[in-house]
């Protein structure tokens, strides 16, 4: 009865039962990193971090020994009294307030003021007010001399197919 005790206990086996004979973490995983190769990974990364820090360290003692020994004499362009350099043309505005300001005032003299445009064609420019004036009272001249309706002319407009051309009655 013992035989089929034993026998009946072995045929059934628990999952937890692989333990008793090799418990967890006593093996390796075969796919793990090799742990020589990441010594010697460590290793070089070490080495190479001192030989660029003393490299540095040269460098940068290089650089101040430069600069004791031979200082630069040549003042910086903001220290010296000489007008700077401007650059290739074009440039950005200096001052555009204050260029738009004297725009603005050369327009108006312009716009109130008689002058010669083109003395050799006879082209002249005068006040803004006469120029209105002179307009109302004698019209829009037209190509082909026809003139703009007249205020006795109620009801006819430039038509838009001749360009103002031609006055046609418009509807209201």
């Known amino acids: 009865m013992a035989d089929h005790a034993q026998h009946h206990h072995a045929s059934h086996r628990s999952a937890d039962d692989q333990y008793l004979v090799t418990p967890p973490g006593a093996g390796y995983e075969h796919t793990d990193a090799d742990v020589g190769v990441m010594v010697k990974f460590a290793f070089w990364l070490a080495v190479s971090a001192v030989i660029v820090h003393f490299g540095l360290g040269a460098a940068y003692s290089l650089l101040i020994r430069q600069a004791v020994e031979a200082p630069d004499t040549r003042p910086y362009p903001i220290v010296t009294d000489t007008a ?31 002058g010669w445009v083109d003395k050799d064609g006879g082209i002249v420019h005068i006040p803004i007010e006469d120029g209105m004036r002179l307009m109302l009272e004698r019209g829009v001249p037209t190509r082909d001399g026809a003139t703009a309706p007249q205020p006795g002319q109620a009801g006819m407009m430039p038509s838009d197919s001749s360009s103002g051309r031609v006055l046609e009655r418009r509807r209201q």
């Open 84 to 114: 700077p350099r401007l650059p290739a043309a074009p440039r950005l505005q200096a001052k555009p307030e204050n260029e738009m300001y004297e725009f603005r005032l050369k327009e108006n003299a312009d716009l109130h003021s008689y």
